[in-house]
């Protein structure tokens, strides 16, 4: 909520597929926070093409926008796209898990 509220604009990109999607969004009530959503496909991962598509609805370029990811793929799709990128790591409020910036390759 604190980022809606903030005015932050949030778009859903994600490698599910709409049904499985479906199945996560009837877990967890999230739909209403994103103004678009981008589901993966058959093709492989599209998240670069996502991201560049939804960044364009906004009128932004990539390079305006923040990607949170929870895979090292998602951080490589979304530095592709030149978007900034930060990687959310699962762990159930363990010390050391949450948002980090990834380091970048050498």
Not at 76 to 82: D, I, L, N, P, T
């Given at each position: ?81 030149g978007a900034g990128a930060g990687e959310r790591r699962a762990g159930g409020g363990r ?12």
């Amino acid at each position: 909520d604190s980022l809606r509220d903030a005015g932050l604009r949030m778009s859903l990109v994600t490698g599910k597929g709409p049904r499985s999607l479906e199945i996560s969004f009837g877990l967890l009530p999230l739909r209403g926070y994103f103004e678009t959503i981008a589901t993966g496909g058959r093709h492989g991962n599209t998240k670069r093409a996502s991201i560049e598509l939804a960044t364009a609805g906004w009128g932004l370029a990539p390079s305006q926008v923040a990607y949170i990811g929870d895979t090292t793929s998602d951080i490589q799709q979304a530095r592709m796209a030149g978007a900034g990128a930060g990687e959310r790591r699962a762990g159930g409020g363990r010390p050391g898990c949450g948002l980090r910036q990834p380091s970048r390759p050498a």
